[in-house]
């Protein structure tokens, strides 16, 4: 089962905004509204940031916001700052005998 | 505030079966949700390896699955691993979570990890 596809890497200024993308198929984004986000620091367990394509967990800013479009999913950071600086992960439910799949992940640096 | 802690030897021996304990704090298995495995070779991304519900239902990446076997105990409020067979390609960060969302496997607590490598 591949992983989902993500940009190695994305960088952004502070105060912009950036969006990182999670590409699948209709066997699992495509195909479910089970889309989750996971911000990871250096040595650090993920955190989850966005979960069922559009939710926040309690807890975190609504300066991330998740979508979906066919069977890419999209995790959008507004008003960078400084602290997102991260690895971020998508992840999916899938139908196939996988059940969860995670993307190769997202190296964000804030210039 | 839910909390889990992962335990085990760091070092597994080639061909050994490597074995993790999480405990949880916060929260009653019991109660319900998934609780998972997920491990993070060094410097590589995430790789889900399993997921059981409180009720001992298993669920397994098929990848692994001639290799795992996961076990819930309620009255120790903590969720096991057992890696059969492990080669130097088994070397990663493993931790335990808390599985939430529509589809249960949207993870919402961690464990701060712990690094298991494969050696001899």
């Known amino acids: 089962q591949s992983a989902l596809t993500q940009p190695a890497s994305v960088s952004g200024s502070p105060g912009q905004s950036i969006t990182i993308s999670c590409t699948g198929t209709?066997?699992?984004?495509?195909?479910?509204?089970?889309v989750s986000w996971y911000q990871q620091h250096p040595g650090k367990a993920p955190k989850l940031m966005i979960y069922d394509v559009y939710n926040r967990p309690s807890g975190v800013s609504n300066r991330f916001s998740g979508s979906k479009s066919g069977n890419t999913a999209s995790l959008t950071i507004s008003g960078l700052q400084a602290e997102d600086e991260a690895d971020y992960y998508c992840s999916s439910y899938t139908s196939s005998s996988a059940l969860e799949l995670f993307g190769g992940g997202t190296k964000l640096t804030v210039l | 505030q839910v909390q889990l802690q992962e335990s085990g030897p760091g070092l597994v021996k080639p061909s050994e079966t490597l074995s993790l304990t999480c405990a949880v704090s916060g929260y009653s298995i019991s109660s319900g949700y998934y609780w998972g495995w997920i491990r993070q070779p060094p410097e590589k991304g995430l790789e889900w390896i399993g997921s059981?519900?409180?009720?001992?239902?298993?669920y397994y990446n098929p990848s692994l699955k001639s290799r795992v076997t996961l076990s819930v105990d309620t009255s120790k409020n903590q969720f096991s691993l057992k890696l059969s067979s492990v080669t130097a390609a088994d070397t990663a960060v493993y931790y335990c979570?808390?599985?939430?969302?529509?589809?249960?496997?949207?993870?919402?607590?961690w464990g701060q990890g712990t690094l298991v490598t494969v050696s001899s």
């Open positions: 059981i519900y409180h009720t001992g239902t298993t």
């Open positions: 209709s066997s699992d984004v495509g195909g479910y509204n089970y």
């Open positions: 979570a808390r599985g939430v969302g529509s589809s249960g496997y949207s993870f919402d607590f």
